[in-house]
């Protein structure tokens, strides 16, 4: 399972090793080349419906009639990238409406050179075309097969595991059997495979393809690698983990990838620009390079102008790791760090746009357990179901990705979450919002005290139900007060048999506010487990209270 | 077994034929006119059909084949794309007929990628869901009366015909798997054949 593991890690260095170079040569290319890495046809531009789709065409009007009066006849040298990134232009449909508006000012339109570059209106032209503005099955489909293709070479090959010796006899066995549940260890399940599902569904995302229809490549991709990439037999918790998590981890790197990749820049910045967005997203990155996307000046699509928030904080916890004794001989005092990352505009998105808001952050400790939480929540569909902007009501379903460790358990997987959302206004901006959702967990694995697999695993998979109850006091930049329960049922389908997990999580926080920048806060929070198992095995009951001494900065 | 497919193919025939004879009335029999190319991709069908299913590995030591009747209802709301739920019954046999067998209500939901050839309309289906087992003696000839409930899937190719602009043979080849019991799973091949109404 370690031979596994790396493969896939060495995969993933390979194709960001050799996209690396051949982006520098590609993108320093950049201010020469119009065909790019191959010829490409001509395509229709494709703006993703999102809330990034926001109409701009006021503000372009107005920034691109400042610049007419700023150009004097005397200075008609072309107006620099510079100059035209600030009128707003982000799209060719942008383009045709200042195209518009400049005709009808009575100015020829080859006089639109007076205030666009020579270069500009080269490449960024209304033809243009994106390479994701036409499904493309083919290439989707052999990208796809290069994903599955080079790890298990590299295993059958160079690390020479077993597990890739695969041939008709293992096929042919493996359909008779079906499924089983595998043995490698929490962190390979919870993170390598999402990481490779990601990458199945990228492989139609970025080939044209929307949100759901590239989730059947997830799930395709991953059976395809269980029944035929294996020796084994397929693992069930492998292809839920890899493509509901896959594909979940794949949306939101495309969407992260399109924020960083500014289409309208040049040299070193383009060049980082084009780097950064590959490491994200690697996938993209590859179709970038062949369809020359990667070194043409061309206008942003909608989704490059999503409004993200980000926060950091630092501090220090206090963690009891039995019992309840703050002063105790269990307790650890750690350093801790974290994230929360806020995709799209939480008062104004998009309910029947998947993604147009999400939510991803994390904790790491120098503790025993280095991540102790990593969460995200993407929505997939939601309903507003009453009330004005104010004081609103919406229902949204959205996919989960969760993994906690703490000294009372272990608990990762993907989960379905409907969420009833209240907000209410307490004064001109501050609000008082409410949460009460549902999850399904779809494949939870937790800790255990009486299982151990031949492989080493020590914990248990299974689905179950859970439940979210969370209130916040907030003016939408700082929550002030927050409060937040949590809790999950794990029914193993396997481990230790018949038995129940009952997971908890309750947390309050305030945030002080010092500046628009920087905050500080304290956070206690508890964590308890309750399992059952089937006689004579006796129950277990584990309690893990925490403290949090923190200051937060808003990027 | 002989006996319910001649059964199922004399109705088949018989429909057939009853919509050919009156095609002159209703004057959709024609191959343009069958197809629903360029107006309006959407419609709903209700779909009944036979199938027999072949098991696989150790479940095939205990369990013989099974046949199915179930009925499906959805919707075709694109060009490609068809949205549908599958609930039904199937009985399967013990292997040597010394014990009574197995029944199963499955209930499914999944979708089909089709290609409009006009009558001809070739497509792949994945459909997954909940089978509910009714069983009296498990898998090692244990006596039970347990009621399980399985995640299972079904992976398959499968064409329509379309009789007329309404009415469409369908058969389908599926890879079925289902859990049971963790060394011997339900898989097998499915094949099933069954009529098909689109309303439009």
């Known amino acids: 399972m370690i031979y596994k593991s790396s493969a896939l890690q060495i995969t993933t260095l390979l194709i960001v090793v050799v996209m690396f170079t051949t982006m520098l040569s590609s993108a320093a290319e950049c201010g020469n080349s119009h065909e790019g890495f191959f010829k490409i046809p001509k395509l229709v531009l494709k703006e993703d419906k999102g809330i990034g789709s926001r109409d701009y065409s006021i503000d372009i009007r107005s920034n691109v009639q400042t610049l007419k009066f700023n150009t004097s006849t005397d200075s008609y040298s072309k107006r620099s990238l510079t100059d035209l990134n600030k009128t707003g232009l982000r799209n060719s449909n942008q383009l045709s409406e200042v195209n518009e508006f400049l005709k009808s000012d009575n100015i020829s339109e080859n006089s639109r050179a007076r205030y666009f ?63 089983e549940y595998d043995g490698d260890n929490f962190l390979t399940n919870n993170f390598a495979h999402p990481y490779h599902g990601n990458l199945y569904f990228n492989s139609a995302r ?120 703050f002063a105790g001989d269990s307790v650890s005092t750690e350093g801790m760090v974290g994230f929360n990352l806020i995709y799209g505009n939480e008062n104004s998105f998009d309910l029947d746009q998947p993604f147009s808001r999400f939510r991803v952050w994390g904790h790491i400790s120098n503790g025993s357990s280095k991540l102790t939480e990593l969460f995200s929540y993407g929505l997939l569909k939601g309903w507003k179901l009453g009330g004005k902007e104010k004081n609103k009501q919406v229902f949204t379903l959205n996919i989960t990705y969760n993994f906690m460790t703490n000294p009372a358990f272990e608990f990762g997987g993907p989960a379905l979450l409907g969420v009833f959302t209240l907000k209410n206004m307490l004064g001109e901006k501050t609000f008082l919002k409410s949460d009460l959702g549902l999850y399904a967990v779809l494949m939870g694995s937790t800790s255990t ?13 299974g689905p179950g139900p859970g439940i979210l109850l969370s209130t916040s006091i907030t003016d939408g930049t700082w929550n002030y007060v927050s409060a937040m329960y949590q809790g999950f049922t794990i029914l193993t389908m396997s481990g230790s048999p018949d038995s129940k997990h009952y997971l908890h999580n309750a ?49 | 077994m002989k006996n319910t497919i001649l059964i199922i193919s004399l109705i088949l025939f ?44 150790e479940y095939e030591k205990v369990w013989g084949s099974s046949q199915s009747g179930t009925i499906a209802f959805g919707k075709k709301y694109s060009k490609h794309y068809m949205l549908y739920f599958k609930t039904g019954y199937s009985q399967t046999a013990e292997w040597e007929n010394t014990r009574d ?8 939901v999944g979708g089909k990628y089709y290609f409009d050839l006009g009558t001809f309309m070739p497509y792949f ?22 009621i399980l409930v399985k995640y299972a899937w079904q992976l398959g190719v499968g064409a329509y015909v379309h009789l007329s602009r309404n009415f469409a043979v369908n058969t389908t080849v599926s890879y079925n798997s289902s859990f049971y019991y963790i060394d011997a799973q339900m898989t097998g091949f499915n094949y099933a054949g069954g009529i098909a109404y689109f309303f439009r």
């Open chain 1, 117 to 179: 570059s020579d270069k500009y209106l080269k490449d960024v032209n209304s033809d243009f075309k994106y390479w994701e503005s036409e499904k493309r099955f083919g290439t989707a489909v052999w990208e796809l097969a290069i994903i599955e293709f080079i790890p298990w070479a590299l295993s059958k090959y160079i690390m020479k595991p077993g597990w890739a010796n695969v041939g008709f006899q293992s096929w042919w066995s493996n359909i008779q059997n079906g499924w």
């Open chain 1, 206 to 325: 970025t080939n044209g393809y929307n949100f759901w229809e590239s989730v059947p490549f997830a799930f395709g991709g991953s059976l395809l690698w269980e029944y035929f990439g294996e020796y084994y037999r397929p693992s069930f918790n492998d292809w839920i983990n890899t493509s509901v998590s896959g594909f979940n981890l794949g949306e939101m790197t495309y969407r992260v990838a399109n924020l960083v990749t500014d289409n309208t820049t040049r040299g070193s910045q383009r060049v980082w620009s084009e780097i950064w967005g590959a490491l994200l997203n690697p996938v993209r990155g590859f179709n970038r390079l062949i369809s020359g996307e990667a070194s043409k000046v061309h206008p942003n699509i909608a989704l490059y102008d999503v409004p993200v928030r980000l926060y950091v904080d630092g501090g220090m916890r206090r963690v009891v790791k039995s019992g309840s004794d």
């Open chain 1, 449 to 461: 005290e009486y299982f151990y697999g031949e492989d080493g695993r020590d914990y248990d998979f």
């Open chain 1, 507 to 555: 947390l309050a926080s305030f945030t002080l506010p010092i500046n628009n920048y920087f905050g500080i806060g304290l956070e206690a929070s508890v964590f308890w487990r309750n399992s059952f198992y089937k006689d004579p095995d006796p129950d277990v009951s584990r309690t893990s209270p925490m403290g949090r001494l923190f200051f937060i900065t808003k990027l």
């Open chain 2, 14 to 57: 018989s429909v057939s034929g009853q919509t050919f004879a009156e095609s002159p009335k209703i004057g959709t029999l024609s191959f343009k006119d069958s197809k629903p190319a360029g107006k309006d991709w959407s419609s709903l069908f209700l779909e009944v059909e036979y199938s027999y299913t072949r098991h696989l590995g």
């Open chain 2, 101 to 108: 067998g197995n029944s199963m209500i499955p209930l499914l």
């Open chain 2, 125 to 146: 289906a994945f459909t997954n869901g909940f089978n509910v087992i009714s069983q009296k003696y498990d898998n090692f000839g244990n006596q039970t009366d347990d």
